[in-house]
């Protein structure tokens, strides 16, 4: 089965879809008009070579032409702060293409989701909005077979492991309540071991999801390590059984801390900016993750979607904005953080997602994460499977460049391949303890590796995304759940 056998999607998916944990906003005048533009361009271009345009676009000279027709729509339309940086014959030679956004460094995804199929989960009340968020509100529900398996740990090999350049990847828990959270740590070990089989040892790690302000939450923290061998934890201080969260520094957030200690893993993710509707935004600011960083200097603190927030306008950085990643920065730097040092990261799920077709901005965002937090302290993630394959994720920033105009006016460095090869994989393996090398030498090698030689011959990757597209679809998700998130 082809799925867009027409080629009418573009392989840098530029769209409104939303993670499900914020209102999808309407493209840009901007957006629409780079998007329109690079339809046609690839059609030009897929005729000039001779041949068909859903052939062209699975190429990686397809997404070569994308990005350059983005390159040009953005340049007439007056964005000067950041661009693909490709040959303009990319396009048209195989070889050029694959040499500037084929694979080149080791990725290392530590956001990623899949759902376990069976809906097992799917009763109590975050079950149940869950199951009315997967089925009604997430376009991908449609090429459910049945129960969720397009949710699946298969799907997420599919879309993750074959249809990107991605080595290895964490399977990342969802918020919700102990029997009613989509991702519970048993399946998330399962989705480990269907993933490990095919693709090898080290390749998908788990994170532990907790809730400490749910009855029991920090009793079976040590449950998932004996068990199930989590690689670190998941908090959503947003989200609480009565619909309050907590502060990662108050008692709640303490005991959990502290618990963590005592059980010897000392890894913590924790979903930071990125407001969850219908729940209080107080919870979700950031601060709070680089004070217990400072506190705690002994555990690693990984702050997921760096503060972003949808629909905030990223400009330079301001120290009185009190809104998106400029909040997590002014925390970073109050708490006494610098460049490249201590154990407080920045994460780039949704947040890289929701720029990188808006130059300016993604100039801006990455821009200053990298004058503050520094290339060693920003780690890859994608937010996938809501986004569908985080191929073309990879390929943008791969290709990007903070523009000299920008780097000059605003003391942003150029993000070199070195940079780059840090932050898609190298912060992560260091800060996971993965073994880049070995997994390296493993890749041709392993079962995943013989399936991807032979699925990159005939590649089949849809270009879809599966999470909701506009506030109509959000608004019936959260008048299902009664105004709550899920």
């Known amino acids: 089965m082809d799925f867009d056998p027409q080629g009418r999607r573009l392989p840098i998916k530029i769209d409104t879809t939303s993670n499900g ?6 493209l840009t005048k901007e957006q629409s008009v780079a998007r329109r533009h690079a339809e046609t361009f690839v059609g030009e271009a897929a005729k000039r070579r001779g041949l068909g345009r859903r052939q062209f676009l699975t190429s990686t000279a397809g ?8 390159n040009e729509a953005n340049a007439a339309l007056g964005a000067r702060g950041g661009l693909f940086d490709l ?16 694979k080149k460094e080791f990725i290392f995804d530590i956001q990623t989701h899949c759902v376990d199929p069976s809906g097992d989960w799917a009763t109590g009340r975050d079950g149940e909005r869950w199951s ?7 376009g991908q529900s449609a090429n459910c077979k049945e129960g969720y398996d397009c949710y699946s740990a298969r799907q997420l090999l599919k879309e993750v492991y074959l249809d990107s350049d991605t080595d290895a990847a964490v399977v990342s828990a969802l918020w919700g309540a102990h029997g009613s959270n989509p991702t519970p740590t048993d ?22 999801g907790v809730m400490p302000n749910e009855p029991g939450g920090l009793e079976r923290m040590e449950e998932q390590v004996r068990v199930h061998g989590v690689a670190a934890w998941k908090l959503y201080p947003q989200w609480g059984p009565d619909g309050t969260g907590y502060h990662m520094d108050d008692p709640v957030g303490i005991a959990f801390i502290e618990r963590a200690r005592e059980l010897g893993l000392t890894i913590v993710t924790a979903h930071r900016g990125l407001p969850l509707p219908g729940l209080e935004y107080e919870y979700s600011k950031p601060g709070d993750i680089a004070r217990v960083a400072a506190a705690y200097p002994d555990i690693t603190f990984i702050c997921y979607h760096s503060g972003f927030e949808s629909g905030v306008v990223e400009g330079a950085y301001d120290p009185q904005n009190d809104k998106g990643v400029d909040r997590l920065i002014r925390a970073h730097d109050e708490n006494g953080f610098r460049p490249n040092e201590g154990n407080l990261y920045a994460e780039l799920g949704s947040v890289w997602r929701h720029y990188m077709s808006k130059p300016d901005q993604a100039a801006h965002l990455m821009g ?11 780690c890859w993630g994608t937010d996938s499977i809501w986004y569908g394959s985080p191929q073309d994720q990879i390929q943008a920033f791969r290709s990007f460049q903070i523009s000299p105009e920008f780097q000059e006016r605003y003391g942003y460095p150029a993000i070199t391949p070195e940079a780059k090869a840090k932050i898609f994989g190298l912060n992560g393996a260091r800060v996971y303890g993965l073994d880049v090398e070995k997994l390296r030498k493993a890749s041709t090698g392993d079962h995943i590796g013989r399936i991807k030689q032979a699925y990159v011959e005939r590649p089949n990757p849809s270009f879809a995304t599966h999470g909701p597209k506009s506030r109509r679809e959000l608004f019936r ?10």
């Open 21 to 26: 944990e914020f209102v999808p906003l309407p």
């Open 63 to 70: 997404a070569a032409a994308t990005l350059l027709a983005l």
């Open 87 to 102: 040959s303009r014959d990319a396009p048209f030679d195989d070889q050029l293409a694959q040499a500037e956004l084929g």
């Open 132 to 138: 009315r968020n997967l089925l009604e509100v997430f």
């Open 187 to 208: 399946y998330a070990a399962e989705a480990r071991a269907i993933i490990e089989e095919a693709q090898g040892r080290d390749r998908c790690l788990i994170h532990g």
């Open 368 to 378: 200053k994460l990298l004058k503050h937090f520094g290339e060693e302290r920003i």
């Open 477 to 486: 998700l959260l008048e299902l759940s009664g105004g709550r998130p899920g």
